[in-house]
């Protein structure tokens, strides 16, 4: 079963406006998540994270919100750039003594000059 | 800090052989996690290592293993190739806090 879903496999949207990328989970032991952006080929790069003790978490551009009753997190970039094109993946990871993370699918960010 | 390294880039094999992968961790982070990317599947955990050894493995077949040195640095090795096994695998690295991994840029294998 997919405990971590994106249910959007792609998204459109102008630049500088708001890109909304949206993320479920259906583990409640989930205690941090994670945001990558990819692009073909290449390896993963880390964007930014957020523990379960907080509901929200920015770093420049990009902010994550954590919905615990939810299960649902959410990154914003605001505002979006051309170069911002690429796939997006959440991640979650339980702590237990291992990272394992567990990814969605993925939504594949274009943003349109 | 050079980030994780992963070599070769780029391998084809074909069907019955096998494949060792190789990964230098960011230095000091001790923590090894492995990746498979596939089309269908996306980005699936295949196994960790933590100071030599492994602490968590995922669902795949023993045709899958890993080991890690002492300089954290580690290997994956596929045995018996099957055209399935063609992806994109990815390493990467953490510190103990933040529980955040670093990937490398991964190794492209296909096996024909």
């Known amino acids: 079963d997919q405990q971590v879903k994106q249910n959007s496999p792609s998204l459109s949207v102008q630049e500088g406006r708001i890109s909304i990328l949206n993320c479920d989970y259906t583990n409640s032991m989930f205690d941090y998540f994670l945001w990558y952006k990819k692009y073909p080929a290449e390896g993963p790069t880390f964007l930014i994270s957020?523990?379960?003790?907080?509901d929200k978490n920015e770093d420049g551009r990009f902010t994550v919100f954590l919905n615990k009753s939810a299960k649902h997190l959410s990154l914003h970039i605001v505002p979006s750039q051309p170069g911002d094109s690429a796939v997006y993946f959440c991640a979650a990871s339980v702590w237990g003594g291992s990272e394992k993370l567990v990814f969605g699918k993925g939504t594949k960010l274009t943003v349109n000059p | 800090k050079a980030g994780v390294t992963q070599t070769p880039r780029y391998l084809i094999k074909t069907r019955g052989q096998q494949v060792t992968l190789s990964c230098s961790p960011i230095s000091g982070h001790r923590s090894v996690s492995w990746y498979q990317q596939t089309p269908g599947q996306g980005l699936q955990f295949l196994f960790e290592y933590f100071s030599e050894t492994q602490r968590n493995k995922g669902n795949f077949p023993g045709r899958f293993s890993g080991r890690q040195f002492s300089n954290s640095r580690s290997e994956m090795n596929v045995s018996t190739l099957e055209l399935g096994d063609s992806a994109l695998y990815l390493c990467a690295s953490s510190p103990p806090q933040p529980r955040t991994q670093f990937f490398g840029p991964g190794t492209r294998l296909t096996v024909l």
């Open positions: 957020i523990s379960s003790i907080k």
